[in-house]
């Protein structure tokens, strides 16, 4: 049963502390006084029981549950990793009542298909960045303009506002689909490149993978690049044919996916920093016991840790390692970013003059990014 006895108590006690309240005459304050440390009692009473049922030895009954979560990350990359130790987290910490099967490498589909399938309830659980959140909420790609947050703090000061939960909660409604974490902070974006790089001017032109994201590539566009959407999965390949001269992924990827191998640059673009999120058909989300929904969501936020931790940590070592193979690492002038950033502000104002985002959105967003 999803309800105990003992919360069944806990509500029954709280209707009584209200009719209490309400029909005390004369003495409402103490009729009031009353009602409070009854509704408060049956509230902590309700509280003992909010990790879930609890057989008679004490334990909590997680029932039994299987899910299937995917990602598009490859098999040893740290996202991969922090989605195994989500996995292990929940199942160890359930006893083996709920089994977690994970399916890196784009097994279930590239990125969008899965989004669409977590929606649909075909798929439980998703890793993957937070631009998917654009889905449906255009106002939410101020925050993907790729070129404006040029720190991991500024990321995170966004992040963890107001502004970005009130996107979350849209982007729930319109997509069935709950963000049960988003604290798996990513290192910075660089360039995987075949042509060298120093200045804006060199980029003129570039042939460069991007997500297909209209954002992102209206972003490289804007500072005239020319962006070429790629599934991720498919970039390596497509760099060493030369369908493209480089490839825009996070600087630690640049090592796990092998990027480096077919590369003669690491251009440190420090102008992009994001999150991944853990996604959840939202219905499921619901329909899950207190206990079922506390751990996972507990689970993904640990790993969130654990991978942001990871990230840190993996940056200097994947770095030399790719240096110790022969690629030259180019950090990108902070003179050359900021006219990087700069040109953004026309893009925030040409979406905000068609009514794609509310006026005063980006300015919004720049405020957040800037506070201390």
């Not at 909590?60 to 995917?70: A, C, F, I, K, R």
Request: charged share 20%; proline share 2%.
């Amino acid at each position: 049963m999803r309800k105990s006895l003992k919360r069944q108590l806990a509500v029954l006690t709280i209707r009584t502390a209200f009719l209490l309240a309400g029909c005390s005459g004369g003495s409402q304050t103490a009729g009031k006084q009353a009602a409070d440390t009854q509704a408060a009692q049956a509230a902590d009473d309700a509280a003992d029981g909010a990790g879930g049922e609890q057989s008679a030895d004490g334990a909590v009954d997680y029932g039994s549950l299987e899910l299937t979560m995917g990602s598009t990350g490859a098999a040893d990359d740290i996202s991969t990793q922090a989605m195994t130790y989500m996995k292990d987290y929940i199942e160890e910490k359930s006893g083996g009542a709920i089994i977690v099967n994970t399916f890196p490498s784009s097994q279930l589909g590239q990125a969008a298909d899965q989004l669409e399938m977590t929606g649909q309830g075909s798929i439980d659980l998703f890793l993957e960045a937070n631009y998917m959140t654009s889905n449906g909420v255009e106002e939410a790609k101020v925050g993907s303009l790729v070129f404006t947050i040029t720190s991991k703090e500024e990321y995170k000061r966004l992040n963890e506002s107001e502004l970005t939960k009130q996107w979350q909660d849209k982007f729930c409604e319109l997509n069935n689909i709950k963000i049960i974490a988003s604290n798996w902070y990513r290192n910075g974006t660089a360039l995987v490149s075949n042509r060298e790089i120093h200045t804006v001017e060199d980029i003129q032109g570039l042939k460069v993978r991007v997500p297909q994201v209209d954002i992102t590539m209206d972003c490289f566009q804007t500072v005239g690049m020319n962006p070429t959407p790629i599934s991720y999965n498919e970039s390596l390949l497509s760099l060493q044919q030369g369908i493209v001269e480089a490839i825009w992924c996070t600087e630690d990827a640049a090592y796990t996916m092998g990027f480096y191998e077919v590369a003669q640059y690491l251009i440190e673009m420090n102008s992009y920093f994001d999150a991944m999120y853990v996604y959840m058909n939202n219905d499921l989300y619901n329909s899950l016991t207190d206990a079922q929904r506390d751990l996972i969501v507990e689970a993904a936020h640990e790993a969130g840790v654990y991978y942001s931790g990871l990230a840190d940590d993996i940056l200097e070592t994947n770095v030399n390692l790719m240096k110790e193979a022969g690629i030259e690492v180019i950090s990108l002038p902070q003179e050359e970013v900021e006219k990087l950033r700069d040109q953004m502000h026309g893009i925030a104002e040409r979406y905000e003059a068609d009514g794609v985002w509310p006026v005063g959105t980006y300015d919004e967003v720049l405020s957040i990014i800037s506070k201390e």
